[in-house]
């Protein structure tokens, strides 16, 4: 589920139509020093290390980068990544 402006919770059946995937790519973009992702692409390599190794990965909601599948690259065979926001496609 995802809070939009008025603090309404729109599901998956309304989220078509209240998502604003431009917003969502311009946060994204602009958002470099957000430390949630330093914070992932910090850590994420001492978790990947500490793992066995996988035939598959599957990175649910990528969203426009990779930072989070590639960290896993030397412990999977296989990296799916999905991504559910049209326009991502569209700016690729």
Avoid: W
């Avoid at 020093?33 to 978790?47: G, V």
């Avoid at 066995?52 to 412990?75: E, M, Q, W």
């Amino acid at each position: 589920m995802m809070t939009i402006e008025n603090d309404t919770i729109v599901g998956l059946d309304g989220l078509e139509s209240n998502f604003d995937s431009q917003a969502y790519l311009s946060d994204f973009y602009q958002r470099v020093d957000d430390p949630a992702m330093q914070m992932m692409i910090m850590l994420l390599p001492s978790i990947a290390e500490r793992i066995d190794c996988y035939d598959n990965l599957l990175d649910f909601g990528a969203g426009p980068t990779i930072h989070v599948s590639v960290v896993f690259r030397n412990k999977v065979n296989n990296v799916s990544i999905y991504i559910f926001i049209i326009i991502s496609y569209q700016n690729t």
